[in-house]
């Protein structure tokens, strides 16, 4: 199945950014989208509601500008991304915004709900869907997403506990639509290997932590630039579900990395915006274990640029 033009059209890279809790902003996805790569952001991020509204106004008055300053290099689309757990009470309102502002791309986490999929489709945008295994994502389909993110093993965030080779494999088995692979992406040379996997796109936020325009601190940007994947410790004592944190963001809040408590679904809470007297992701720093990549802290178009030459060289090598 060919991938939908908003996925394929004014993209210079099979890259999507993945949307960071906390750290996603406009200047970020801004960077990445006239960079070539869909950015994206977690509505949550814009906090109260009407920040989203203005978030929203200023992406597409940007990314217009930019259009028609740059006729012959235009914008990547954007995205939006809708945490579907039932602690969200914002998850409505937040819908009806997308809507108003037509948000070309809208990802849902934790929780395929066809109403969402249905808002999306109508004025003609799509939904991708963050899936951590084979049965997830065949519900997504029968609600009616449009694609499929496979976030596997190694990624930030919530990641799931599954090969990539794996994961990407059982998915391919009865769905040929739009498949984008999460979990270690940090160079050119893994994204052309998620296409030969099998999937589209590459899906990679930890990277872009390190970079001028992302909303981290200095400290949490440094700590990705200095650390590599024997850094990152899964656990689900802060949200309740298992995701991949910086280690020495642990120690710095005072816990044992090797000692962490377990803990489960009941905990997560995304309507005060952190979970546990040590707050993931704004204490306790969220991180995927791909960041052995990540040498310093740049303007995001240049690590896309980074990118953009190392895939063409890895490709170069494959045909050879």
Request: proline share 6%.
């Amino acid at each position: 199945m060919p991938l939908p033009s908003v996925l394929s059209d004014r993209l210079r890279l099979p890259l999507v950014g993945a949307p960071m809790f906390i750290l996603s902003g406009p200047e970020l996805v801004i960077a990445q989208c006239k960079a070539g790569i869909v950015g994206s952001f977690p509505s949550l991020n814009a906090r109260p509601i009407e920040q989203l509204d203005e978030w929203l106004y200023q992406i597409r008055e940007e990314l217009s500008a930019w259009d028609q300053a740059n006729p012959d290099n235009p914008s990547a689309p954007f995205a939006v991304n809708q945490i579907v757990h039932r602690s969200n009470a914002r998850l409505e309102q937040d819908v009806e915004l997308c809507v108003k502002h037509k948000v070309p791309i809208m990802i849902t986490s934790l929780g395929a709900r066809e109403e969402v999929f249905k808002a999306a489709h109508s004025y003609g945008g799509i939904v991708l869907h963050d899936i951590i295994n084979n049965r997830f994502a065949h519900k997504a389909i029968e609600k009616g997403a449009d694609g499929l993110i496979a976030v596997a093993a190694g990624a930030g965030g919530h990641a799931g506990p599954v090969s990539p080779f794996a994961l990407l494999q059982d998915i391919r088995n009865w769905f040929d639509g739009p498949l984008l692979l999460s979990g270690s992406i940090a160079t050119g040379r893994s994204i052309l290997a998620a296409q030969v996997m099998g999937a589209d796109l590459a899906y990679a936020g930890s990277m872009f932590i390190a970079t001028e325009e992302a909303r981290a601190v200095d400290d949490y940007k440094q700590m990705v630039v200095d650390c590599e994947a024997a850094d990152i410790v899964n656990s689900n004592l802060f949200t309740g579900i298992h995701g991949n944190y910086l280690a020495p963001s642990i120690v710095k809040a005072g816990l044992d990395p090797s000692r962490l408590a377990d803990s489960g679904p009941d905990a997560m809470n995304f309507g005060s915006g952190g979970d546990s007297d040590a707050k993931a992701w704004k204490d306790i720093w969220g991180c995927g274990q791909g960041i052995g990549a990540v040498k310093q802290v740049v303007p995001v178009v240049d690590c896309i640029l980074r990118l953009r030459e190392e895939y063409a060289q890895a490709r170069a090598k494959i045909c050879r």
